[in-house]
């Protein structure tokens, strides 16, 4: 199918532009090669050098995949069983009012162990990373009861958590960064060696991917980059943008999100999972790794089933697996169309923002799609939900400083609050709902869907984490 490059990198142009983002770096790998291959923006402090896709940026955790693809090879040379109970390698792991041989690997790597959102990622950066004094690193260095630095000390905290779980392991998929920082070092005990060692000799090196490195203060990323490397930006509240060298640095989440890379490697990289673990005409991965990832175990559905590292979905007809990530100065999206040998990556050098638009616009240019054709699964049912007054209620989750999501009936229409947004709800099916900004409505400011028992919600997910309902006073 031809690929029309030039009408790609004017919608891509275009979208940057819309939300003035400072630097991009994209990239589409298919079964001819590079097809595409875009740098937009600046990468540097005065605005003068534009990125390219050989620069290196953090990739956040887009990283999952990798460590759930390293343990999904030493699965297959008998080292290591996704349905392991993690006690096996942490005695000392549980989390408070499961049956510790029910939580697995897998439910760590599947995000459904139970465990609610909490603070120690956050803590980590905190604590171990150098950066501008500010409200947030405050509360979080008042609330941290440690710096956060070992698995063990994450371990502990789990352990004694003072959230409820939001689940039965296996149950519920609530997004977690501490299973993945844990799966890490299970890695380390089943390969005989570090996973940055083992990442590096058995995928990054096989892949030609040498611009890629995990490590956990941005040291040899800056030696690999040869100066190719991004600064990282943010955009105030005010509007303005700052610029500094400042890498996030959260030594027990390795493997969730400390990876750095190019956009070029990325692709490369998500083309050989499109592949079944094909490269170059060779078998470099084994296909049964790519296969537990992503394969038949994981349902392929409009609506996106998260697998081993990667989210599965469907998009008219064709099967896409991917992943975004997000820290200070990173904001990405990587993708690929399951056994088409397509693989795609969008690398920013600012935090918190969207990449799905220029994602969805590689995506719609290989399969004939208009390229502004949305992919959002949360769509409008075109009625109203009829048992509102079940949705009523406070929620929270405590990934770092609380975030607070509020429900109410107001005059027949549910309203309330996303964080310092006042929302109202729009309903999409199921439980399924978009909170669309008071001020801005065409806006959305987050994707809700209820768990309801007994008559009520007891809990929302909001994207991907799961906040519980706050008990009345």
Known sequence: MPFDTAAVDARISSLIARDQFPGVSVCAAGPEGICFARGYGFRDAAHAIAPDVDTVFGIASMSKSITALALAILETEGKVCYDDPVYRYFPDFSVPGAARDTVTLRTLAEHTSGIPPMEPLEWSIAMNSQREE????????????????????????????????????????????????????????????????????????????????????????????????TSLFERGEDGALACDDDWSVLPPFRGCAMVKSTARDMAIYYRCLANWGMHEGKQVLPRAAVEAMIGPRVPARE?????????????????????????????????????????????????????????????????????????????????????PQMLEGRFVGHEGVPEVVTVRLENGALKGTVGKRAVFLTWCGGTRFLAMDEAEPQRQRAHLEFFIRDGRAWAVRCGSRIFGREAQA
């Open 134 to 229: 500010s409200e947030w690193s405050r509360a979080m260095r008042q609330s941290a009861p440690n710096a956060m630095a070992t698995i063990e000390q994450v371990i502990d905290y789990i352990a004694h958590c003072p959230y409820p779980a939001v689940g039965a392991p296996g149950e519920n998929m609530s997004y977690c960064n501490e299973g993945y920082a844990i799966l890490s070092y299970v890695a380390d005990q089943a390969a005989g060696m570090p996973l940055e060692q083992f990442c590096q000799e058995r995928i990054f090196a096989p892949l030609g991917m040498t611009r890629t490195v995990m490590d956990d203060d941005c040291a040899s990323a800056r030696a690999m980059a040869g100066g190719n490397i």
């Open 303 to 387: 609506i996106p089933c998260y697998g081993l590292g990667l989210y599965k979905r469907v998009k008219n007809g064709h099967v896409i697996c991917e992943h975004s990530g997000g820290l200070h100065g990173v904001s990405t999206k990587g993708g690929l169309l399951l056994g088409e040998g397509w693989g795609f990556a969008v690398l920013c050098n600012q935090g918190d923002v969207d990449m799905d638009e220029i994602m969805w616009t590689l995506y719609n240019a290989i399969t004939g799609l208009p390229l502004d054709v949305s992919h959002e699964w949360f769509v409008p049912a075109g009625r109203d939900f009829s048992d």
